[in-house]
């Protein structure tokens, strides 16, 4: 499994950006993929999760400003981010789990909120 994630850059407080993990072969046996995030100085953070099933999780930092989503069709989990803020300001990874609990990492897109 080969993850490719695109979508970051500069964008002002209050904007919207999002996020796209492409995955080489089907998502659709996956049965997790995550958005992680990791802040300069700071440790890697989960920031969402979706299911196989389509369940979906967030961390508290971000619910009710970030969506998760997969399109089983294209291939791609998508991180739709609302209401920016300076503190998500981070390089972002996606995360793949297979039917084995065997995870994958793609390269990570730096997202920066600055004014």
């Known amino acids: 499994v080969q993850l490719q994630a695109s979508g970051g850059g500069l964008v002002q407080p209050g904007g919207s950006l999002r996020l796209s993990c492409a995955v080489s072969g089907s998502i659709v046996s996956l049965k997790a993929m995550d958005w992680y995030r990791q802040a300069p100085g700071k440790q890697r953070e989960r920031v969402a999760t979706?299911?196989?099933?389509?369940?979906?999780n967030y961390a508290s930092s971000v619910k009710g400003r970030f969506t998760i989503s997969r399109d089983n069709a294209k291939n791609t989990v998508y991180l739709q981010m609302e209401s920016l803020k300076p503190e998500d300001t981070a390089v972002y990874y996606c995360n793949a789990i297979d039917e084995n609990y065997d995870d994958y990492w793609g390269q990570g897109t730096l997202v920066t909120v600055s004014s």
């Open positions: 979706v299911t196989s099933s389509g369940i979906t």
